[in-house]
């Protein structure tokens, strides 16, 4: 969806201008579409443009690659666009045969700096710089508007590689605690890890369920409740700062793993964890009342964690009560939760590309307003309706299947950052459902737990902006990462028999004996260099600050 997807049935955008949509089959006043030429007379030239596959499109829609609004905009835009349909699953496999074979699309879509990074060390696409100069002014604006689409995109040979977008950046991890336990037992919120061991230990131990048997646990050791305690710890990242300096990091991992350990030997989780590989196991338990933390990932706090986590255990579990529990103080800080990556590249030329031209045309055609309204909500009623400036969707299945279904990943380069306004916020956007006022606290909740700043950030940066080494680093971090995660695992289920001591000194050594001075030599001269060039958690920081005033300044005028 072009900001939030609060609901399947339900979205909101402000209408601008005072103009509504053309349907779907029109060609807008100026094209010409119909007769191979673009808005500005010219022969329309021919180009490639890859798009994800995810298996989603009904028969009777067509393609990813052909359907009505592949149509719709040959109809409306300045090139003559072939789509290339891309496995969404496994999409690196596909992208590099296309581009070994000569077969690459002119306009590569791609959110995977560890797919794109490679390919551009290979001078596989062309820079930028000079073309968004020559032929464009939706994106160049863009550009002009947000210096860090430009730093976030340029590579280590000073020119700009990457188009981007700016996103609405919201924390991407927390913790569900239940409240009802805490009161149960008589205990607080933990503010400290030790606070948290304690809290865990009675949870699993004091049978906060009341049936007499000693089966609820504290948290899982699974998926995202491990990301979520080693965040906590602010062990997520194997690079911290010091002095000014990137340094490799130890101390943060040894007591994440202590902790996670004693854990273990003292039954405080489900000691099934490392078959539970989705987290699948770890939620299901949650949600029938066994666990008494959990750490979820979202992509929408209402949709997702609400409806799809803390409703359903309410309904499972008659009485249960919840809160997002901030993170509570480790020895090495108090921090927040990643948040969702506010400056996101999406897409490259390729270097074999005959009409750059033209995908530049192409790029703008993708920002107007016009066109952005048509692919986040279709033909005004048809699939939407407009009441005070914002539009519902008229029926969910339908908008479904013939609009988000399809046009999806034709809005990679949509700057929803920018757009964020009254529409999408729960109280809107829900106000024809009566339970909107619930929504929106939630929200609120949210929001107010985790977006406080006078915390640390627990990463360097997002992972999609850390760099991506050469290939012969890249495999050697690659095996060494897999070889001490599983040492580290080791310590985790062994007792006794294995220490996290040796397990440190067994991690030091394989990385020591394995290639790792390279890899930390590498990523030592790239803070030095260029990390100032770079997004780091301090721009993440300053871009939700802004944001977040925008959002208090949004529910200030809805009083």
Request: glycine content about 6%.
């Amino acid at each position: 969806m072009k900001k939030h997807q609060w609901v399947t049935g339900m979205l909101v955008f402000t209408l601008a201008g005072g103009t509504l949509l053309a349907g779907c089959s029109s060609t807008n006043k100026g094209d010409s579409g119909k007769s191979g030429k673009d808005g500005e007379g010219e022969a329309k030239k021919n180009i490639t443009v890859s798009i994800y596959d995810r298996g989603n499109v009904s028969p009777d829609e067509g393609t990813i690659e052909a359907n009505r609004w592949t149509k719709w905009i040959n109809e409306n835009g300045p090139a003559n666009v072939k789509f290339v349909a891309i496995p969404r699953a496994q999409p690196e496999e596909k992208i590099n045969v296309l581009y070994a074979s000569g077969s690459a699309p002119d306009l590569l879509f791609e959110y995977a700096p560890k797919t794109k990074d490679p390919l551009q060390q290979q001078k596989q696409f062309m820079p930028l710089d000079q073309l968004i100069e020559k032929y464009s002014t939706e994106y160049k604006k863009v550009l002009q508007d947000n210096p860090s689409l430009k730093k976030a995109g340029t590579k280590s040979d000073g020119k700009l590689y990457y188009f981007g977008k700016v996103n609405w950046v919201e924390p991407n991890r927390g913790l569900l605690i239940r409240t009802d336990w805490l009161q149960k037992l008589g205990l607080s919120v933990p503010q400290t890890t030790e606070d948290l061991y304690k809290v865990l230990k009675a949870f699993a131990e004091q049978d906060p369920d009341g049936d007499g048997k000693r089966n609820t646990y504290g948290i899982s050791l699974s998926s995202n409740s491990s990301f979520s305690l080693k965040q906590i710890f602010g062990a997520m990242s194997k690079w911290v700062v010091t002095d000014n300096q990137l340094k490799l990091d130890w101390d943060r991992q040894k007591e994440y793993f202590t902790f996670a350990k004693r854990l273990y030997d003292e039954g405080l989780i489900d000691k099934d964890f490392t078959t539970d590989t989705n987290g699948a196991k770890a939620k299901q338990d949650f949600l029938t009342g066994k666990v008494g933390i959990y750490g979820f990932l979202t992509s929408d706090v209402v949709k997702d964690t609400l409806l799809g986590t803390i409703n359903p255990l309410k309904k499972n579990v008659p009485g249960a009560d919840v809160a997002f529990m901030p993170y509570p103080k480790s020895p090495f800080g108090s921090f927040v939760p990643t948040f969702k990556n506010p400056v996101q590249m999406t897409a490259a030329i390729s270097a074999t590309t005959k009409n750059p031209d033209a995908v530049i045309k192409y790029v703008d055609f993708l920002l107007k307003d016009t066109t952005t309204k048509a692919l986040d909500y279709g033909q005004e009623g048809t699939h939407y309706k407009v009441t005070d400036g914002c539009a519902e969707i008229n029926d969910a299945n339908k908008f479904k299947k013939e609009v988000s279904d399809l046009t999806l990943d034709m809005r990679m380069l949509e700057n929803s950052g920018n757009s964020f306004n009254k529409c999408d916020v729960p109280l809107v956007a829900f106000k024809s459902d009566p339970k909107k006022d619930e929504y929106q606290k939630t929200y609120d909740s949210f929001r107010e737990t985790y977006m406080t700043f006078d915390r640390s950030y627990p990463e360097l940066t997002h992972s999609e902006h850390m760099p991506t080494p050469p290939k012969d680093v890249f495999s050697v971090e690659s095996n060494l990462d897999k070889a001490i995660g599983d040492i580290w695992l080791k310590a985790i289920v062994s007792g006794p028999k294995y220490s996290i001591d040796q397990a440190l000194k067994d991690a030091q050594a394989a990385w020591n004996n394995s290639g790792g001075k390279q890899v930390e030599d590498w990523y030592k001269q790239w803070y030095e260099t260029e990390s100032k060039n770079s997004i780091l958690s301090s721009d993440i920081f300053d871009i939700a600050k802004k944001q977040n005033e925008q959002y208090k300044k949004i529910m200030q005028d809805l009083k």
